[in-house]
């Protein structure tokens, strides 16, 4: 590592101790990382190094490091400032080296940080520090004779209040008391909000909150995130509300040492400095930390959403015709091969106002006569549902029992459409045609598709517009990266847009390795990768074990074994007698091996060998089409008591969503999901799960289903009343010198 990027070892041993990782594992990720080295590359090919740790540990020291580098670089800033300044004594300089949060450096350094002109600067002007001074020492008499021998001032009245003033700052200043504050306001603060005074909402999507009050400590993110979406849109404002007289009281605690002339001034900038200056500075951070808490919390329920969502069971390698459909515009219709490639297109008017029925039909049967179709997709948008009555009646008249008919999520296919990438690969086709290839391919392979689109318009998020765009692209960012290494990548097949998020390979490096592959044809081996163009030695040993060759020169190149891994195979198809393509192709003959005689770490080899027994296995469940109801294609055909089919479509703290074949996705809240108690609806469902559910209400004027999971299960049993524990009293105090974790860094 360069000495620019080495963090002191009491935070290097914090960073283990807060992830319970082993130091060692923390410092070799580290060096890895510096070396260029890809979270994914880490997690599979150097177990030995770091102990096996794995994706999520090894993404949180990443994330750790990130921060405490941050913090290295302000920390030498600010010593350099105070230093500059004068005023760095030995004992603040110690404090300044010895804090691991950030709010704490900043709360350290405000004394001397520079600021604008304030009443306490004036009062200093006028040489009242001294004065100041003599009252927060709180010793001695004489205190109003003292104060009449200051002559910047017009009287004693105003040499008392200029003091007051500075200490006022003073306090308001102090680390210690701020950090107090900090966590009394985390734990005995309420979230007031309120509508604002002629805000329109005419949907009265905010109505709950137009009063409403929720302790800080205790408000969940979509509650706090729906208050800030309000506030944004001025129909809401929002307060941090705590008693002033309890925080009054805490302070008077904190610097009143001894009673004496002096208290009456100390007591006079102790009520100044919260009301005017400790409240509103302090309500803010609070704020902040709420926004920062919940946008963490709303990040993490997208990343999980997206996660399934990319992960969805793909229906493999097949011809599959996709179908955009509309109404009034006709159902634009467009044929993929096995491999993704466009073939042909077309429009039908199967539905209102047209009605060809017949016309739609013969259309369908010659682009599936003549493409070898084996499914057809069509995307959930408007007329759905009456598309899908067509095409089924259609196979079931021409006894087509072999195509299968699914409905696919279109959310985001509009978005490609438009897009450069969708222009690039189709420059002479319709946006509508772009759309109903994307819904084709879908159904092939979520991942390879939904890549190409931005994840924000995808559909599974909570608030996501509302959050920290740069946090939430990193955090989507990383889980494309992630299931798309978990699940390989075909190297003479994949888009650019795919190969990008391959670990080791940029969007210019993509872009070269597909145009290499359309001026010299398919790869035959993974080593050829580096006659590409900007492919070197590290970007091959952190993209090749990802990549995959199927019918290549060598078989181990269409399985996830590292071509560094190459040898140890060799010598294990050695010990038994045969070549690599027997041995792949009858993998009960690793029974034999003796793991003793080979050259290679434990980890490795336990992965090679279970790479072997089903190589090139894709880790995805295996495809499942849902089956909505017949005869309920709209919201006015769902009727309370229904049992529904549907597919889950989005998770957030408070329920799940359910598409149900109606354009109208039903909510099946938090309490409905399961016959148990249910933290988080994580926990029970995920995007793309097929669930049944029984309808409770429906609202058509709101556009609403409600749905209910928990109707379907046998009651839970009684296990009686549980006695609830006496809570444990915790003074304030307390709760200041443990400072909750909620301060440091997550």
């Given at each position: 590592m360069s000495e620019n990027k080495?963090?002191?070892?009491?935070?290097?041993?914090?960073?283990?101790?807060?992830?319970?990782?082993?130091?060692?594992?923390?410092?070799?990720?580290?060096?890895?990382?510096?070396?260029?080295?890809?979270?994914?590359?880490?997690?599979?090919?150097?177990?030995?190094?770091?102990?096996?740790?794995?994706?999520?540990?090894?993404?949180?020291?990443?994330?750790?490091?990130?921060?405490?580098?941050?913090?290295?670089?302000?920390?030498?800033?600010?010593?350099?400032?105070?230093?500059?300044?004068?005023?760095?004594?030995?004992?603040?300089?110690?404090?300044?080296?010895?804090?691991?949060?950030?709010?704490?450096?900043?709360?350290?350094?405000?004394?001397?940080?520079?600021?604008?002109?304030?009443?306490?600067?004036?009062?200093?002007?006028?040489?009242?520090?001294p004065l100041a001074d003599w009252i927060w020492a709180q010793e001695g008499a004489g205190l109003l004779e003292y104060a009449a021998t200051f002559t910047g001032v017009a009287s004693?009245?105003?040499?008392?209040?200029?003091?007051?003033?500075?200490?006022?700052?003073?306090?308001?200043?102090?680390?210690?008391?701020?950090?107090?504050?900090?966590?009394?306001?985390?734990?005995?603060?309420?979230?007031?909000?309120?509508?604002?005074?002629?805000?329109?909402?005419?949907?009265?999507?905010?109505?709950?909150?137009?009063?409403?009050?929720?302790?800080?400590?205790?408000?969940?993110?979509?509650?706090?995130?729906?208050?800030?979406?309000?506030?944004?849109?001025?129909?809401?404002?929002?307060?941090?509300?705590?008693?002033?007289?309890?925080?009054?009281?805490?302070?008077?605690?904190?610097?009143?040492?001894?009673?004496?002339?002096?208290?009456?001034?100390?007591?006079?900038?102790?009520?100044?400095?919260?009301?005017?200056?400790?409240?509103?500075?302090?309500?803010t951070e609070v704020r902040l930390e709420l926004k920062k808490r919940s946008d963490e919390e709303a990040i993490r329920v997208f990343k999980e959403n997206l996660e399934n969502l990319l992960l969805s069971a793909?229906?493999?390698?097949?011809?599959?015709?996709?179908?955009?459909?509309?109404?009034?515009?006709?159902?634009?219709?467009?044929?993929?091969d096995q491999t993704g490639k466009y073939l042909a297109n077309d429009v039908i008017y199967p539905g209102v106002p047209r009605n060809d029925v017949a016309g739609a039909a013969r259309t369908l049967k010659a682009l599936i006569d003549r493409w070898s179709v084996k499914a057809i997709a069509i995307g959930n948008g408007t007329g759905s549902r009456e598309t899908e009555a067509f095409v089924r009646g259609f196979l079931k008249a021409e006894g087509l029992a072999g195509i299968f008919c699914v409905m696919v999520n279109e959310s985001g296919a509009s978005i490609y459409s438009a897009s450069d990438i969708a222009r690039a690969e189709f420059p002479d086709l319709d946006l509508t045609v772009r759309g109903a290839i994307s819904i084709a391919r879908r159904l092939q392979d979520p991942l390879a598709e939904l890549v190409k689109i931005d994840p924000?318009?995808?559909?599974?998020?909570?608030?996501?517009?509302?959050?920290?765009?740069?946090?939430?692209?990193?955090?989507?960012?990383?889980?494309?990266?992630?299931?798309?290494?978990?699940?390989?990548?075909?190297?003479?097949?994949?888009?650019?847009?795919?190969l990008r998020y391959v670990a080791g390979v940029t969007e210019r490096t993509a872009q070269k390795i597909v145009e290499y592959r359309n001026e010299n044809g398919a790869f035959r081996s993974r080593v050829q990768l580096m006659?590409?163009?900007?492919?070197?030695?590290?970007?091959?040993?952190?993209?090749?074990?990802?990549?995959?060759?199927?019918?290549?020169?060598?078989?181990?190149?269409?399985?996830?074994?590292?071509?560094?891994?190459?040898?140890?195979?060799?010598?294990?198809?050695?010990?038994?007698?045969?070549?690599?393509?027997?041995?792949?192709?009858?993998?009960?003959?690793?029974?034999?091996?003796?793991?003793?005689?080979?050259?290679?770490?434990?980890?490795?080899?336990?992965?090679?060998?279970?790479?072997?027994?089903?190589?090139?296995?894709?880790?995805?469940?295996?495809?499942?089409?849902?089956?909505?109801?017949?005869?309920?294609?709209?919201?006015?055909?769902?009727?309370?008591?229904?049992?529904?089919?549907?597919?889950?479509?989005?998770?957030?703290?408070?329920?799940a969503f359910v598409d149900v074949g109606v354009h109208q996705d039903g909510l099946v809240h938090v309490s409905e999901l399961s016959n148990r108690f249910v933290k988080d609806p994580g926990e029970v469902v995920k995007v793309g799960q097929i669930v049944k559910a029984k309808v409770l209400n429906v609202d058509l004027k709101a556009k609403r289903i409600a749905l209910s999971l928990k109707a379907l299960m046998a009651p839970a049993p009684d296990r009686g009343p549980r006695r609830q524990p006496a809570p444990k009293q915790i003074s304030v105090d307390d709760k200041i010198s443990a400072l909750a974790n909620k301060w440091k860094m997550r």
């Open positions: 080495s963090l002191p070892n009491e935070i290097l041993i914090h960073i283990a101790q807060v992830l319970n990782v082993p130091l060692k594992g923390v410092l070799a990720v580290i060096e890895l990382l510096d070396e260029g080295g890809t979270v994914p590359f880490i997690a599979r090919y150097r177990k030995e190094v770091t102990g096996n740790l794995d994706e999520v540990q090894i993404r949180d020291i990443e994330e750790r490091l990130g921060y405490f580098r941050e913090l290295e670089q302000r920390r030498a800033t600010i010593l350099a400032s105070i230093e500059e300044q004068g005023k760095l004594t030995d004992e603040l300089k110690a404090r300044i080296l010895a804090t691991i949060e950030k709010s704490e450096l900043e709360d350290l350094y405000l004394p001397y940080k520079p600021k604008r002109r304030t009443k306490a600067t004036i009062a200093k002007e006028k040489g009242l520090e004693v009245e105003e040499a008392l209040e200029g003091a007051r003033h500075i200490l006022a700052e003073r306090i308001s200043e102090d680390a210690d008391l701020r950090k107090g504050l900090r966590q009394m306001m985390w734990d005995e603060g309420v979230v007031a909000s309120r509508k604002m005074m002629d805000a329109k909402d005419e949907q009265e999507k905010f109505k709950m909150y137009y009063e409403y009050r929720e302790p800080v400590a205790k408000i969940p993110s979509h509650r706090m995130l729906a208050i800030r979406r309000g506030e944004s849109e001025n129909v809401l404002y929002f307060l941090i509300e705590m008693e002033a007289e309890r925080a009054v009281g805490w302070l008077k605690s904190r610097v009143l040492r001894e009673t004496g002339e002096w208290t009456p001034q100390l007591e006079l900038a102790i009520e100044d400095s919260w009301s005017r200056l400790l409240n509103s500075s302090i309500q793909p229906a493999g390698q097949i011809g599959v015709l996709g179908i955009d459909p509309g109404l009034r515009t006709g159902c634009k219709v467009a044929v993929v924000k318009s995808i559909g599974v998020g909570q608030y996501q517009h509302d959050v920290d765009q740069r946090q939430l692209q990193q955090g989507l960012e990383a889980v494309i990266e992630s299931c798309v290494n978990r699940v390989g990548v075909d190297l003479n097949t994949a888009s650019w847009a795919l006659a590409v163009t900007g492919v070197g030695p590290k970007t091959f040993e952190q993209a090749a074990g990802f990549l995959r060759i199927r019918g290549g020169e060598n078989p181990l190149d269409m399985t996830a074994v590292h071509p560094e891994s190459y040898k140890v195979v060799e010598s294990i198809a050695g010990m038994l007698g045969v070549g690599l393509e027997e041995l792949i192709r009858k993998p009960e003959l690793l029974a034999g091996v003796k793991k003793d005689g080979l050259e290679v770490g434990v980890y490795t080899l336990n992965d090679i060998l279970e790479e072997l027994k089903k190589p090139g296995r894709d880790p995805r469940e295996q495809f499942v089409a849902p089956s909505f109801k017949e005869g309920v294609n709209e919201l006015k055909d769902v009727q309370e008591g229904m049992v529904l089919e549907g597919v889950v479509t989005n998770v957030t703290k408070f329920g």
